[in-house]
Structure formats: C-alpha cells, structure tokens
C-alpha cells in the first residue's frame, strides 16, 4: 500500500448536489476495465460526508449542501483533505478541495435598531460609535460600505478599528430638545458582490440632557486562554468600566454587542456585574477561539466598547479513532507470510502530543501489525496459520496517544482462517485385529474401522476403500466388502477355520480435499474355530467293520492287559479337538475297560476259564465342544489259546469281500511269516537287553498289543493345543506298551499317494489287517506296524 501525491480540485461553494467536482479515476490513470476492480472509496471526510465518488466512471461529485462560511468559517484559504482508498492493490491518495467564496451572504447587523441619547448641549463634531455589520464572504463579496439616511443634524463617518471599519455618527449641528426630542435614522451597509446584497438598520436618537462623559474599559482588548475541559460556569472574565458621571448618567449596563451564534452557546454575560461565564461545553476541536464584542452605556446612553478575545486550549480530551479501511477474512491457513489481512487507520482530533499515537496489537505470533504512510498500518502475516490449532483469531487492536494520563482505544478485529487439505486421515492405530467365528453367514459386520481427519467440510469426508490384493490367488474383495462412507467391513463368504485361519489386508481412507490425502491401515482377520468336525477314528477303521476285524487275545493275558488302542484325530482345534474314549455298548461291563483320555482298550479282570470267548465292542470318541460331536466304531475281540481256535470265529462271519480261499490262505501265510521274523527281532532284542542289564525276563510280559492313540488338533488365535493339517503322521506300534512311539510333526509335502492303502475300501482294509499265526511257545501275537497319512486320511505300510 503506498500513497500517491496530491490532488487538488477547486469549486464553487453551494454547488447543486450530483455536481462533478472531477474525476479521479482518470487523474489516477485507471481505465474503464479496471475502475469497478480499484473499488475507489472516500474513507476520510471531516465532519459531513460531502463527497462522493461513482464507482461507474469514478467522478467525484456533491453529495451535500457545502457552506464556505459553515465548513471554514473566517479562514481565507478554506481546503479540505480527502482520503481516498484504491483496491487491488490498495493505495490510499490524498485529494484536497478548495472551496470558493460566493455572494451568498448578504450584510447584516447584530440589533435591527440602535438607541442613541444625545444630550442637547453636545457640540457639534460629536461622534457616536455604532454597531458595524457582518458579512461572512470574503473579498469584494464582503461588507464594502454604509450609507445613512439624509438628516441635516447628523453624518456619517466610517472608522477603522482592529482591521474593522466601524461606522460613527458625527453631529453636523447641535440638536435642541424642545425643538425635536428624538430623531431616526436609516443605516444601510452593503456588500460589492454582483448582484449588491445590503441590510438595514434603524438608529433611534433621543435627546436629553447632558451626559457629557462616556464609559471607559480598562483596557480596549481583552485576550484570555481557557482549557477546553472547563465546567459549565466557570467565570471566564470580569469587565469593569468606569463613568464620570453622577447619578443616572454613572449607571453603566454589559452586553453583548456583537457576538457570533457558536459564541452564544457558549458565553453569557452578567449585565450588572461585567462578568463573562460559560453556559455551554467548550471543544477546541470544533472552535479554537471566540471574538465577542462587549458594550457598556451608562445611564446618560452613552456606550463603550471593548473586544473579547478567547482562546481555546486543547487538552487530551479525545480518545484514538481506529478505522478498518479494508478486511480481508476469512485467510487461507496456507498464506504465506507477508499476506495482507487488514487495512487500518489511526487518528485523534486532539493537537500537539495530544493527538499523536501509538498503535499496536496484542501478542499473536503469526499476525504483526506494520506502520504503513498517512497514519496507517498493515495488518499483515508473519507465520504460518494453522486452522486445526487456531481456527480464529480475536485480534485487539490497542491505539494509546501520548497525553498524561494517555487515552486509549482498543477495537477487537475477529480473523477466521479458511481450511485447506493440509491433513491426512488418521486412524490412530497401525492394527485392527477381528475375530470371526467359522460358518459366519456372508453380509454379516466383522469390523468397524474409522479415521479422523483435522479438517473441515470436504476436506474432512473420508471415504474408506480395500486396497486391492490377493490371500491365496484369491481377492481380498472375495472375502471382505467395505462401506466406503461408515467404514464397517461385511464377510462376502463364510469361513472354515481348517481351510483358513487368519487373513490381512489394507484399508485406505482418503478425504475428499483437492488433491485428496489417504493413508493406509493394517486389517488383520482371525477366524475362531467353531465345533464342526466329528472325530475321525483312524484305527480300527470304523469302514472295517463288516470285513470281521477281529482282536486276538491269548487265555494267558492277564489283568491290565492290553487289548488295542484306539487313534482317532479332529480336524479342530483346542478344546474342539480335545477327545475322550468311551465304551458305549459292552456285554460284560466288568471285564473291559477303556483310558478316557489314552484309547487303549485294557482287560479289567483276568480272563474267565473258557476255550475260546467272542466279544463284540461298540467304542465311542467324542470331543471337548460345546455341543460335542462323535464317533463310533464297532471292534470284534477273540479271545482263544492259539490262532487255530480263532480261525473257526472268523470263518463264521464272511466278509462282503469277494475275495477268493486262495487268496486267504496266502495272506495268511503271509502274515505269518511276516509275524515270525517279528518275533525273532523282538526276541534278539530283548536278550540283548536283558544280557546289558543282566536282569532276565520273561518273554510272557510281551504278550500285550500297543496300539499308540495321540489327538491331532490346529494352531489357532484362540487355543493352541495342536496340530493343523497338512501333516503327515507316522504312527510307530511295539509290541511292548513300554516301547510306544509316535513320529508326528513331519510335515511331507509331496506323499507318495500311489503306494497309500485306502482304508475306506473295506475289502482293502480287511486285507491291510493282518494277524499272525500263534508260534509254540505260545507266548506272543503280534500285529504288524500302521501307519497313517492324516492328510488323505489313508493308511500305508
């Protein structure tokens, strides 16, 4: 913002209102493309707005009636100072208008008639002081002359008096009261404008007797200086003039003879006492002196005169004037600094010190207040805003002048800052962690993920998208939907915890700012493992039941002896897949028992004395769930003294197999031998083991089947009691429940399927059951070692 030089415009007082004074914009050089953007503005007029400027073609016009003598008073030059305010950029130019006199005013006089007491002994060459006219023109259009009516006993003579010429009327001849006791009189003053403007005054002229001394004054001007903050009342001077005269003609009366209408309102006069006092509230900054004329006439009607000079002293009674010529609000919070909020302007009518001041704004660090030309300042940035920690500013404006005590102003600017997309989405954590049971219908609400942006309005609106990927070559969007407005995240499918357990993906919230702002959030879903396997019995396979699998049991086993043992495994996890064994359907309770928690089928009692026995057992597995699911499997026992007796139990229940004798008798023969060399090795180890410890036993302990029974479970968020498919198994039976071993955890990724033994094919099954055919010593049956492929649930050797 700068100021450009002056201009000055001249014209004519009582101009018509909407009459051109000039025009400004083309002085200022701006054309009809850029007037309406400049915005000119008058923002400084003293008093009335007289001025205004049209914003069309930038003349500057009459907007009120302009009095020279009312605006300016007795001054010769009469100026006035116009601010005016340019837009885009700002500039502020000041604009002086002098205005000219016209003969507007005629003459006039402060009385319409005039009283004057000649003694009849004056002499002639008196001369008797009149009231002078006023005209408040100036020049050639001011008073120019008086003229009095004819009259052979009186003439008139004007008197210069203080730069004022007075009229005296001079007697040409001496009067005689009993000849003519009053005379009157017609004084007319007149001016020397075109046309000529005069007034008229009477003089009444009574004749008496002598009174040949005039009051006197003291002295003939009186100056005094008074403070403008003086109270109503305050005696502002006391006149005293003296008379020689006795009696009547002594008797001396004060008044005002010639007194302007401000002067009126604001002095009286005692007219007994002389004394001058206040009657109205003085102000130096609307009138900084007074003239008044004081006349004293004695009782003989003589008068003198004297003249009143009081002078106003300013004194800090004006308190700064704060003007916001320009506001620019709200501010973009990416302003930088340097940008100019506000245009402001400081005055005070008080004079001297009184009326300079000192401008400045409380303590906000990004704003400064900077003094600009022609007591203005600029409001201006320093930092940088920032909306989302100071949306708004009350900014106070302080303009204290240099008085004592100094008068202060203080105006309150409120300052809001606009918002731009300067934050990004926040979602205040980097994880969200859902848990989703299994079998959860599709559409049903997992997760509910907000992000919280700084901003405001459009900048603020967030809208949430899955950020595009795969889990397994298959699309996120194949497991999950989002609602872009609320966030909450749907299931597009319904999970199995044994195909998948846990899955993770991105979530993006970006606003709606230009250019938008997005950040990314991590989704992790869990999927809780629900009861929904039955227990899978592996061994005896429960497909085997009409293929007559049978249990040896020798007449020698005895109490505690194990009889087989159950391995089953679920396809859960956790409690899920915890299991429990069970006999659910016994003939002889007492002689069988089964371990909850172990499979292995046991003989309670010893065993009655009888050739051969047949027990058919209905076991059953179930698992920990809520509500628990379970299996079945049926399991034939045999209980003889050699393979012979068991033979005819077998035979007695052919099988749905349509395999041939011959193939029997092979098999058999096959398994014999295979059980055969089995003992052998077994044998050859436990001598060597008795020699190592030189502690002998028996080969009758031996006489039990270890069947190894583990649960198979999988990891999971919740419980991690076991294992998760695919895995393959290597299940290890001895002969000896001592030596029972288990080779899991292998994890096989390419098992050989072709060589695998498919225990759901009962006819295969039958065959994978191979019992041996009983030695001499009658002292050992053994089985041959299974081993199960948990992954295809099929069984190989």
């Not at 005629?106 to 009149?130: C, H, M, N, Q, W």
Request: hydrophobic residues 35%; proline residues 6%; negative net charge.
């Amino acid at each position: 913002m700068a100021a450009c030089n002056e201009f000055h415009y001249s014209i004519l007082e009582e101009l018509k209102l909407n009459s051109v004074v000039g025009n400004v914009g083309e002085d200022l050089g701006l054309n009809g493309s850029n007037l309406k953007m400049r915005k000119l503005r008058i923002v400084s007029q003293h008093g009335r707005n007289l001025f205004n400027i049209s914003t069309e073609n930038g003349n500057l016009y009459v907007s009120d009636r302009i009095d020279r003598e009312e605006i300016c008073g007795p001054e010769q030059n009469c100026l006035l100072d116009l601010e005016i305010l340019a837009e885009n950029p700002v500039n502020v130019y000041s604009v002086k208008v002098e205005i000219q006199d016209i003969n507007d005013n005629p003459p006039s006089f402060s009385k319409d008639i005039f009283y004057i007491a000649i003694s009849e002994f004056t002499l002639p060459g008196a001369r008797f002081v009149l009231e002078h006219a006023r005209d408040p023109d100036l020049g050639i259009n001011s008073l120019q002359s008086y003229r009095l009516s004819p009259n052979p006993h009186f003439s008139l003579v004007e008197k210069l008096h203080i730069g004022v010429e007075y009229p005296e009327l001079t007697l040409v001849q001496s009067v005689d009261r009993e000849k003519q006791q009053q005379y009157e009189l017609i004084l007319t003053a007149s001016d020397g404008g075109k046309p000529i403007k005069s007034a008229t005054a009477i003089i009444k002229i009574d004749v008496q007797d002598a009174n040949d001394n005039y009051p006197v004054f003291s002295q003939k001007t009186y100056k005094i200086c008074l403070n403008e903050n003086l109270p109503i009342g305050y005696i502002a001077l006391h006149l005293n003039a003296s008379d020689k005269d006795e009696g009547s003609n002594s008797d001396i009366s004060y008044s005002f003879s010639h007194i302007l209408e401000n002067a009126k309102q604001a002095f009286t006069i005692n007219s007994q006492t002389g004394v001058i006092k206040t009657i109205g509230k003085l102000d130096y900054e609307i009138t900084q002196a007074y003239e008044i004329t004081v006349e004293a006439a004695d009782g003989g009607g003589l008068v003198a005169k004297c003249t009143v000079f009081i002078q106003i002293m300013d004194v800090n009674d004006n308190a700064p004037e704060i003007t916001i010529a320009s506001l620019s609000t709200p501010i973009p919070e990416d302003s930088v600094p340097g940008t100019l909020i506000a245009l402001i302007n400081v005055k005070d009518l008080d004079s001297g010190k009184y009326g300079e001041v000192n401008c400045h704004i409380t303590d906000i660090k990004p704003l400064k207040l900077v003094p600009s030309s022609n007591n203005y300042y600029k409001l201006v940035t320093v930092g940088p805003l920032d909306r989302e920690t100071t949306p708004e500013y009350n900014l106070t404006i302080i303009a204290e002048d240099e008085g004592s005590p100094p008068m202060v102003t203080k105006k309150t600017v409120h300052i809001t800052v606009s918002d731009v997309n300067d934050n990004i989405p926040d979602f205040g954590k980097l994880l969200y962690i859902s848990y989703i049971p299994e079998n959860t219908p599709t559409g049903i609400s997992i997760q509910g993920v907000h992000a919280s942006d700084l901003d405001e309005n459009e900048n603020a609106r967030v809208i949430y998208s899955i950020i595009n990927g795969n889990i397994d070559d298959i699309p996120v969007s194949s497991y999950v939907s989002i609602n872009s407005v609320t966030g909450v995240l749907y299931t597009q499918r319904s999970f199995d915890y044994e195909q998948l357990r846990e899955f993770q993906f991105q979530v993006m919230a970006k606003d709606s700012g230009s250019p938008p702002l997005s950040s990314n959030v991590t989704v992790r879903i869990c999927i809780i493992d629900k009861n929904d396997n039955a227990p899978k019995i592996l061994y005896p396979s429960p497909d085997t039941e009409g293929s007559a699998l049978f249990e040896f049991i020798p007449h020698s086993a005895e109490k505690g002896y194990l009889v087989t043992k159950v391995i089953a495994v679920d396809a859960d996890s956790g409690h899920n897949a915890w299991l429990s064994y069970h006999l659910l359907q016994v003939p002889e309770p007492s002689l069988f028992t089964i371990g909850q928690y172990t499979g292995e089928v046991r003989i309670r009692r010893d065993l009655p004395d009888m050739e051969s026995l047949r027990q058919k057992l209905v076991l059953l597995v179930k698992d920990n769930g809520v509500p628990s699911l379970s299996s079945t499997v049926t399991l034939n026992l045999v209980v003889a003294e050699n393979f012979q007796q068991v033979a005819p139990e077998i035979t007695r229940h052919p099988t749905n197999s349509s395999t041939s004798s011959n193939a029997t008798f092979y098999l058999v023969v096959a398994i014999a031998f295979i059980s055969l060399l089995f003992i052998v090795t077994v044998l050859i180890t436990v001598i060597f083991k008795c020699k190592k410890t030189h502690n002998p036993t028996s080969f009758g302990t031996y006489n039990r089947n270890v069947y190894p029974q583990f649960t198979l479970g999988c990891p999971s968020e919740i419980s991690d009691t076991s294992l998760p498919f695919p895995f393959s198994y290597d299940v290890c039976v001895t002969l000896d429940s001592k030596q029972n071993e288990i080779a899991y955890l292998k994890s096989v990724q390419n098992v050989p399927t072709d060589n695998l033994i498919d225990t759901e094919n009962p006819t295969v099954a039958e065959n994978a059951m191979m019992v041996n055919m009983p030695t001499e010593s009658n002292t050992q049956v053994s089985r041959t070692l299974n081993c199960f492929d948990l992954s295809s649930q099929k069984s190989y050797c």
